[in-house]
C-alpha cells in the first residue's frame, strides 16, 4: 500500500472514531428503589449507613449505582402506590424499611424484583421468608429483633426503679406486630408483679394527649415500643418524659443521648449498613435465595446516669457493669 493511502486511511480514522465515541451513550446505572414510610430528614442516619455499606461492596452513588427514593412521610396509606412507581421504573432492587407496613406494600408490587427488608419483627412468623436460612422467594434482609427485646427492657426498668409498679407503655397505631409485641409485654409484667396500660399512637397530636392522660393518671414509667415512628422523635419523647419527671425506656442509643433514662436494642445504623452490603452483592448477581436473612448482633444498653440521679434512682452496679455507655 502507497504512504499516500495509508494517510488517508488514518487520517478517516481519526475523524471517524470521535464520532462514534461522541455518539456513545454512557452506560445505565443500576437503580436501587428506597422506600421507607418514615420522613427523610428522620432518616438521614439510617440511609448513609446504608450508602456506606452499598460502598464497602463496590458501589458509590452517582458513580456506578443511582438511588430512587421514596419516604411516605408516615403516610403509610401511600406505601403500596410509591412500591408500585418503583416497580414500573424498573428498579433493579427494593429496599424496605421502616416498618412491617413497607415490607408488605413491596412484596404486594412484585415477586421478581429483589426485595432486601429491615425489620424489628420476626420475617418468617410475618410471612417474608419461609426460614432465615433459606428465605425461599424474592425477599432477603435483616432483622434486629427489636419486638423480642421488649420484655428484658421493662425487665431493666424495674431493676433500676423497684418503685414502679404502673407503667404506660406507648405502641405505634400501623405496628403490624402490636398484638403479639402486646402479649409479651403483659406477660413480662405479670411476672414482675407490673401493670401495664397499652396507648396507641398514631399522630404528633396523640403524644401530647398521651402525656397528658399519664400524668393525670399517675402512671410510674414509660415504655416506649419500637418503632420507626418512636425513633424518630426521640428529642421530643425525652423531653416528654423529662417534664412529666418520669423514667421511661425505648430501643434507641438517641433517645437516651437526649435525655431518656434507658435504651436496649440493636444499633440500627449497623444494621441498614448491612441492608446495604446485601443490595450491592444483589447488583453483583447473587439470589435472595442465596441470602440468608441476617440477625443484627450489635446490641446496645445506654444509660444516662444523669437522668437517673435527677429522677432520684440508683442504677444498680451489676446493670451498670453490662452498659455499653453510661452517658453522665
Known sequence: ?????????????????????????????????????????????RITAFRQGLSEIGYVEGHNVSLAVRFAEYHYERL?????????????????????????????????IPIVFTTANDPVSAGYVKSLSRPGGNATGITFLGSLLE????????????????????????????????????????????????VSIGSEDDLALAFRDVVARRDDAIHFVTDP?????????????ATAALPATANEREFVAAGGLLSYGANLNAAYREAGTYAGRILKGEKPTELPV???????????????????????????????????
Open 294 to 328: 441476617q440477625q443484627s448482633t450489635t446490641i446496645e444498653l445506654i444509660i444516662n446516669l444523669k437522668t437517673a440521679k435527677s429522677l432520684g434512682l440508683t442504677v444498680p452496679l451489676p446493670l451498670l457493669g453490662r452498659a455499653d455507655e453510661v452517658i453522665e
Open 80 to 112: 403500596p402506590a410509591m412500591a408500585v412507581d418503583l416497580v414500573g421504573q424498573g428498579v433493579d432492587v427494593i429496599l424496605a424499611s421502616g416498618g412491617d407496613s413497607t415490607i408488605k406494600a413491596a412484596m404486594a408490587a412484585t415477586s421478581v
Open 151 to 198: 420484655p428484658k427492657r421493662l425487665e431493666m426498668l424495674h431493676e433500676i426503679d423497684r418503685k414502679v409498679k404502673s407503667i404506660a407503655v406507648f405502641t405505634g397505631a400501623a405496628n403490624a406486630r402490636a398484638e403479639r409485641d402486646n402479649r409479651e409485654i403483659e406477660a413480662a409484667a405479670k411476672s414482675l408483679g407490673l401493670n401495664v396500660r397499652f
Open 1 to 45: 500500500m502507497r504512504r499516500r493511502e495509508i494517510i488517508r486511511l488514518l487520517g478517516g480514522a481519526a475523524v471517524t472514531w470521535p464520532l462514534m465515541a461522541h455518539g456513545q451513550q454512557a452506560p445505565k446505572l443500576p437503580v436501587i428503589g428506597f422506600l421507607c414510610s418514615a420522613a427523610s430528614d428522620d432518616w438521614t442516619p
Open 229 to 241: 415512628f418512636f425513633g424518630a422523635r426521640a428529642r421530643t419523647l425525652a423531653a416528654l418524659a
